[in-house]
C-alpha cells in the first residue's frame, strides 16, 4: 500500500510564509511526479505545482514567484515553501504521486497515483 503523510499546514498571517512537507512509502517502481494540490470551500480541486522526474517544474499562475516546489523524488519526498501568502491562499492542500508499477516480467505496467490526507492552510488577513 503506498502511501503519503503530510505536515506542515497552520494559521498565519497574511504575508507570512509556510512550508509544507510530504514523504511517501511503500511499492513503487518509478516516480512519475509529485506534486501539491489545493481545494478551498465551494471550489474545486486545483493544481498548485508539480515536479517530474526530470526535475521540471509547473506552478498555477496564481503562485508563481510566491511558492516553491522542491523534492527528492529517489526518497519520495517533496516540499513547498510558501511566502507571502494571501487570505486567498486558504485551503486544504494536498500532497499527490503519480508513480508506476510493474505488473509482469515482460515489464507490462500501470500509471496510478495516490493522494495524502490533507493538511489546512489558514491565512488571515
Known amino acids: 500500500q503506498v502511501r503519503l503523510v503530510e505536515s506542515g499546514g497552520g494559521l498565519v498571517q497574511a504575508g507570512g510564509s509556510l512550508r509544507l512537507s510530504c514523504a511517501g512509502s511503500?511499492?513503487?517502481?518509478?516516480?512519475?511526479?509529485m506534486g501539491w494540490y489545493r481545494q478551498a470551500p465551494g471550489n474545486e480541486r486545483e493544481l498548485v505545482a508539480v515536479?517530474?522526474?526530470?526535475?521540471?517544474?509547473n506552478y498555477a499562475d496564481s503562485v508563481k514567484g510566491r511558492f516553491t516546489i522542491s523534492g527528492d523524488l529517489g526518497k519520495v519526498t517533496v516540499a513547498l515553501q510558501m511566502t507571502s501568502l494571501k487570505p486567498g491562499d486558504t485551503a486544504v492542500y494536498y500532497c499527490?504521486?503519480?508513480?508506476?508499477?510493474?505488473?509482469?516480467?515482460?515489464?507490462?505496467?500501470?500509471?496510478?497515483?495516490?493522494w495524502g490526507q490533507g493538511t489546512l492552510v489558514t491565512v488571515s488577513s
Open positions: 511503500g511499492r513503487i517502481d518509478s516516480i512519475n511526479s
Open positions: 499527490n504521486l503519480a508513480y508506476r508499477r510493474v505488473v509482469n516480467v515482460e515489464g507490462a505496467y500501470r500509471d496510478l497515483e495516490v
Open positions: 515536479i517530474t522526474s526530470r526535475g521540471m517544474t
